[in-house]
């Protein structure tokens, strides 16, 4: 395939050092436009292959490709790039690589296009089309930074560990399991403010992911915690009137607000077996809060989920 792109315009090598994998998730992935082409493409496939995504804002299979080939790139950590280019932005690019439908990608090595395909493929198909030619992902420092990070807040180093992940999203922007270590040992620590701020880094196509919603939900119940009331003071009440359901609802608050994750579920189950429409379902949904904030595999939440079944299916 003959093209021209670039020609005369390539910047020097000593330059691009921004383009090497060694640089981390924002190296691996890039826009590219005709300016950069050269550098970003034809000069960095000299080192590492490099995957041309050629998609459109209009383009609904473009936007089911272009996050897959993210997250294979991602996880090839380095053995492959991935240049994305906007054709509606990049007309002349389009044109003398021949596009004629997106999504189109390309695989450029040794500075020239080599494979390609087209059409929105499954994630597993995209990975065995970058390992012909890239190989599997070799392992990372990235890795032993996880795992450090995670021994050092199950060891309660909230220093040690908040460092390990703040290490990891220099290297790793917006990686979403650091964002979420990283604002869960913000909020072991008490401070909210920057757990909040630090769950803000979240890109927008994550926000769902179990590691955010979990944190997210940890946050909202340690606001929470703060205006929650004395729990022998409800008690009494409760036994003076154990149908004071805003009593009960509290009292789990304050069982939560001391670290009684167990007395909590026991309370707000109860409420729900004396009126579970009370308060448009409020013990309800406040256990499922609590189960997504303890974490699918939690002894708690998988004991807690079997109860509330039983009751709701009673």
Same mark, same amino acid.
């Given at each position: 395939?003959?093209? !021209?792109?670039?020609?005369?315009?390539?910047?020097?090598? $000593?330059?691009?050092?921004?383009?090497?994998?060694?640089?981390?998730? @924002?190296?691996? !992935?890039?826009?590219?436009?005709?300016?950069?082409?050269?550098?970003?493409?034809?000069?960095?496939?000299?080192?590492?292959?490099?995957? =041309?995504?050629?998609?459109?804002?209009?383009?609904?299979?473009?936007?089911?490709?272009?996050? =897959?080939?993210?997250?294979?790139?991602?996880?090839?950590?380095?053995?492959?790039?991935?240049?994305?280019?906007?054709?509606?932005?990049?007309?002349?690019?389009?044109?003398?690589?021949?596009?004629?439908?997106?999504?189109?990608?390309?695989?450029?090595?040794?500075?020239?296009?080599?494979?390609?395909?087209?059409?929105?493929?499954?994630?597993?198909?995209?990975?065995?089309?970058?390992?012909?030619? %890239?190989?599997?992902?070799?392992?990372?420092?990235?890795?032993?930074?996880?795992? %450090?990070?995670?021994?050092?807040?199950?060891?309660?180093?909230?220093?040690?560990?908040?460092? $390990?992940?703040?290490?990891?999203?220099?290297?790793?922007?917006?990686?979403?399991?650091?964002?979420?270590?990283? $604002?869960?040992?913000?909020?072991?620590?008490?401070?909210?403010?920057?757990?909040?701020?630090?769950?803000?880094?979240?890109?927008? @196509?994550?926000?769902? %992911?179990? @590691?955010?919603?979990?944190?997210?939900?940890?946050?909202?119940?340690?606001?929470?915690?703060?205006?929650?009331?004395?729990?022998?003071?409800?008690?009494?009440?409760?036994?003076?009137?154990?149908?004071?359901?805003?009593?009960?609802?509290?009292?789990?608050?304050?069982?939560?607000?001391?670290?009684?994750? @167990?007395?909590?579920?026991?309370?707000?189950?109860?409420?729900?077996?004396?009126?579970?429409?009370?308060?448009?379902?409020?013990?309800?949904?406040?256990?499922?809060?609590?189960?997504?904030?303890?974490?699918?595999?939690?002894?708690?939440?998988l004991a807690g989920r079997r109860r509330l079944s039983s009751l709701l299916f009673s």
């Amino acid at each position: 395939m003959d093209y !021209i792109i670039g020609s005369g315009r390539r910047p020097n090598m $000593a330059g691009q050092a921004a383009a090497a994998p060694a640089q981390g998730a @924002e190296a691996l !992935i890039k826009d590219v436009s005709l300016e950069t082409f050269a550098a970003d493409v034809l000069e960095a496939s000299m080192r590492v292959p490099v995957l =041309v995504d050629f998609w459109a804002p209009w383009c609904g299979p473009c936007k089911q490709l272009t996050p =897959v080939l993210e997250k294979v790139v991602t996880a090839a950590k380095g053995t492959v790039l991935l240049a994305k280019v906007n054709i509606d932005e990049n007309q002349e690019i389009a044109r003398q690589l021949r596009i004629q439908s997106v999504p189109t990608v390309y695989l450029f090595k040794n500075g020239q296009p080599v494979d390609g395909f087209m059409g929105a493929l499954r994630e597993s198909e995209v990975k065995a089309f970058i390992d012909k030619w %890239a190989g599997p992902g070799g392992p990372s420092p990235v890795d032993g930074l996880f795992e %450090a990070a995670k021994a050092a807040l199950e060891a309660k180093d909230l220093a040690s560990a908040a460092q $390990a992940y703040a290490t990891i999203l220099q290297e790793m922007p917006g990686d979403v399991a650091a964002v979420a270590g990283l $604002a869960r040992c913000y909020l072991l620590a008490g401070d909210l403010k920057r757990a909040e701020e630090t769950l803000a880094l979240t890109p927008p @196509e994550a926000r769902n %992911a179990p @590691e955010i919603t979990s944190v997210q939900a940890l946050l909202t119940l340690a606001k929470e915690a703060g205006t929650a009331g004395d729990p022998a003071a409800l008690k009494a009440r409760l036994e003076a009137n154990p149908k004071d359901h805003e009593s009960r609802f509290e009292l789990a608050r304050a069982h939560l607000a001391r670290g009684e994750r @167990e007395a909590a579920i026991d309370t707000l189950l109860e409420l729900m077996r004396m009126d579970r429409k009370w308060n448009d379902e409020a013990a309800r949904k406040k256990l499922l809060t609590l189960f997504e904030a303890f974490g699918p595999e939690d002894p708690l939440t998988l004991a807690g989920r079997r109860r509330l079944s039983s009751l709701l299916f009673s």
